[in-house]
């Protein structure tokens, strides 16, 4: 059991450039969700996606998109980096833990940088 | 003002200190109060949960809620160096309601 698994690791982008952030759960969870992390900024949600099928917009939205491939795959698109995509992302699903409460699981991240 | 504030440090404490992290928040909805840890260069792990106010403790650890202040904490008593981490609070109202993350605070502690 592997949990959430990311790749790639690293990246070193140019501006303008495109790269897809793949991200993978064995866990047999519907909701998946990506957050990029900056210092002083926190967790902040890029897009999720609740079910296979649909994907909504987080906190942060512009410059991605997201494809949720199946209900173990939720990959994430860079179309034209920018320096300012700079970070560190991940990728997390979601399980219930009792009622209304949710365990979020991330996976190890991907330090993103664009030159 | 952001729906959840955390001062994020950094802080530093001696090896068998205890510590205080706190989170102010300003959405009366939210009803379910988490803390990850995240050490560095990996990812958050939920640590603690708690619903509504009240206390829960888990070996060294407590976490508390007061709803009427908008007010949680994490204590972390006997410190140890392995607790030293990023500690993250998260809150939600709940069901469908996606976790609210606070920025963090850096815990660092010496032995």
């Known amino acids: 059991n592997a949990g959430v698994t990311q790749t790639p690791k690293f990246q070193v982008l140019k501006t303008g450039q495109s790269m897809t952030l793949q991200c993978a759960q064995d866990m047999n969870h519907n909701s998946m969700y990506w957050y990029r992390q900056d210092p002083g900024m926190g967790l902040r949600l890029i897009y999720y996606?609740?079910?296979?099928?649909?994907?909504d917009k987080g906190e942060v939205p512009n410059g991605y998109n997201v494809s949720r491939l199946n209900k173990r795959e939720f990959s994430l698109r860079l179309e034209s980096a920018a320096p300012s995509q700079t970070s560190v992302y991940f990728c997390?699903?979601?399980?219930?833990?009792?009622?209304?409460?949710?365990?979020?699981?991330f996976g190890p991240g991907t330090r993103l940088t664009v030159t | 003002q952001k729906e959840v504030e955390q001062d994020p440090g950094p802080l530093s404490v001696p090896e068998g200190a205890i510590v205080s992290l706190n989170c102010t928040y300003s959405n009366s909805a939210f009803q379910y109060f988490m803390w990850y840890r995240q050490y560095s260069r990996k990812g958050p792990e939920l640590l603690m949960y708690?619903?509504?106010?009240g206390n829960k403790e888990d070996g060294r650890f407590t976490a508390q809620v007061d709803k009427s202040s908008k007010y949680i904490s994490l204590f972390i008593r006997d410190s140890q160096p392995s607790d030293s981490a990023t500690y993250l609070c998260?809150?939600?109202?709940?069901?469908?309601?996606?976790?609210?993350f606070g920025k963090g605070t850096k815990l660092s502690v010496k032995p």
């Open positions: 996606s609740a079910s296979e099928g649909t994907t």
């Open positions: 998260a809150m939600t109202g709940g069901s469908q309601g996606n976790l609210i």
């Open positions: 708690t619903y509504s106010s």
């Open positions: 997390a699903s979601r399980d219930i833990i009792a009622g209304g409460l949710y365990e979020q699981y």
